[in-house]
């Protein structure tokens, strides 16, 4: 009898501690997944916020571009120097800040635009300049693939490629053979590659050189350096001395005016002082998190085209 008593007692405290085993185990799961909402909420919470200040950024730049009253544009203006607007936001909230800034459109290689020779040449000649690190042949080739690539007929020129090419591929797509609806597409044209899009620690990207708006003319007083260069057929030390008189706080009031044909008397053909199109990059940081909008503004209009959240 007493050995049945013994054995109960050990049943019931074996069950005990299975019950109590399982009860702890129930209580750490609920913790850890209770824990996880809470974290993945305040992410969620985070992220919303993120955006928010990101957005700030953007309409924050959009304030100073639309504040310029000028009938030219040139990089003496507010929207050329954003760093002021970014450190401000810094006041603006609780455990954040944006970093924006803005680049005009209009002073880049307009790619829908290739089918006019100027801008074939154009473009062939930025791609050979020695910063790229590509061979003559290899540049022709980008060059007459983004052609055939936008153009509306099947006619492959010589170097590019059309449907026939792409079709090869797997996985196999067609020819666009219409404009560009953003420069991200260059990267599914034959010859361009993530380096020479995005370009590298040692070498620049294409992307930072074109744009897919325009009216086929580039704003001689905010192109960037290796555009003035591919306009000048790569003299280095012109383009040097043009950069230098456009940012000259002197010259000023003859940055409104044909200026550049006293450098360079062929650039009347292409060139001109006043822009339509920005493209907006606002940055909210929080913490070790980030999150990037980009937008591209025609400011004639008062309209956005594009606007990507990354």
């Not at 040449?121 to 080739?141: N, R, S």
């Not at 099947?154 to 490629?161: I, N, R």
């Not at 325009?214 to 030390?237: C, F, K, Q, W, Y």
């Not at 000023?252 to 920005?278: C, H, P, Q, R």
């Amino acid at each position: 009898m007493g050995k049945k008593i013994l054995n109960n007692r050990g049943i019931a405290l074996i069950t005990v501690i299975l019950i109590v085993s399982v009860l702890i185990a129930f209580a750490i799961e609920l913790n850890r997944s209770t824990r996880a909402d809470i974290y993945d909420a305040a992410n969620v919470s985070d992220g919303i916020k993120l955006t928010y200040i990101a957005k700030s950024g953007v309409y924050g730049a959009l304030a100073v571009l639309d504040s310029s009253k000028n009938e030219y544009v040139s990089l003496l203006d507010e929207w050329a120097n954003m760093e002021t607007l970014s450190v401000q936001s810094k006041d603006l909230f609780e455990g954040g800040y944006f970093i924006v800034r803005v680049e005009d459109e209009s002073g880049k290689i307009p790619l829908n635009k290739l089918a006019e020779n100027k801008i074939y040449d154009i473009l062939v000649t930025l791609l050979k300049l020695p910063e790229f690190g590509l061979d003559a042949a290899k540049a022709d080739e980008i060059v007459a693939s983004i052609k055939d690539w936008i153009d509306a007929d099947s006619d492959v020129t010589s170097g590019g490629a059309e449907s026939s090419y792409y079709l090869a591929l797997d996985p196999p797509y067609r020819a666009k053979n219409k404009p560009l609806d953003c420069i991200e597409e260059l990267l599914m044209i034959k010859g361009v590659t993530k380096e020479i899009f995005a370009g590298t620690l040692e070498k620049p990207g294409l992307a930072q050189y074109v744009t897919v708006v325009g009216d086929g003319t580039i704003n001689i007083n905010t192109a960037p350096v290796m555009v003035l260069r591919a306009l000048l057929s790569d003299d280095v030390e012109l383009a040097k001395e043009m950069d230098e008189y456009r940012r000259n706080k002197d010259n000023n009031d003859a940055l409104g005016s044909n200026w550049y044909t006293s450098y360079e008397e062929s650039l009347g053909n292409i060139a001109k002082v006043n822009s339509n199109f920005f493209k907006i990059i606002s940055s909210g940081k929080m913490d070790d998190m980030e999150q990037t909008i980009t937008a591209i503004l025609n400011k004639s209009d008062k309209k956005i085209l594009q606007w990507r959240v990354d």
